[in-house]
Structures are given as C-alpha cells and as structure tokens.
C-alpha cells in the first residue's frame, strides 16, 4: 500500500505521509521501536518539508517520535529531537 501511494503521489504527499505515519504506530503498538523510531522520523521530515516546523501536524508527529523514542530509551536522538522542536 505505501508503496502504491508513494509511486502514485510522491513520498511527501500528506496521504502518503500519513500512511508512513500509521505504520510506525502499528510497530510501536508492536514493540518494535526501532522500526517505529525510522518511520515517524520519516513521515516527521516530509512534514516539515511540506508543511513547516510550526504546523501542528508536523508537530503531533514530532510529540509522537519524541514518545517514541523516550520508551526506546534512546535519549541522544531525544535530545536532538527537543533542540529541533523545543516545544516538546
């Protein structure tokens, strides 16, 4: 399906951005953090290509990254995280 709408709509589409960001939910659901981590980043950086830093879509993904990676326990990639978006 991603790729589907990747070749469809491009990779920064918001439908395509959207689906990269509904399957890190279902590896995080998973406890696949690692997997999960890589997709909201993904879906994360389309977004602030496409729509900006303060968008609040670009922000929800941002919170959910941040989620993310704190039950990952990876604390250097979320402290780069809050540097980039301090209202985390």
Do not use: W
């Not at 920064?12 to 696949?32: C, E, S």
């Not at 609040?56 to 402290?79: F, H, I, R, Y």
Request: aromatic fraction near 4%; glycine fraction near 6%; charge should be positive.
């Amino acid at each position: 399906a991603l790729k589907g709408k990747e070749k469809m709509m491009g990779k920064t589409h918001p439908d395509t951005l959207n689906t990269v960001m509904n399957i890190a939910i279902v590896y995080a659901m998973k406890g696949d953090l690692e997997n999960a981590a890589e997709n909201f980043k993904k879906a994360l950086d389309g977004n602030v290509a496409q729509l900006g830093k303060d968008h609040e879509t670009t922000k929800t993904m941002a919170k959910n990254l941040a989620k993310c990676l704190k039950d990952a326990g990876d604390t250097e990639k979320l402290s780069e995280l809050k540097r980039e978006f301090p209202c985390l």
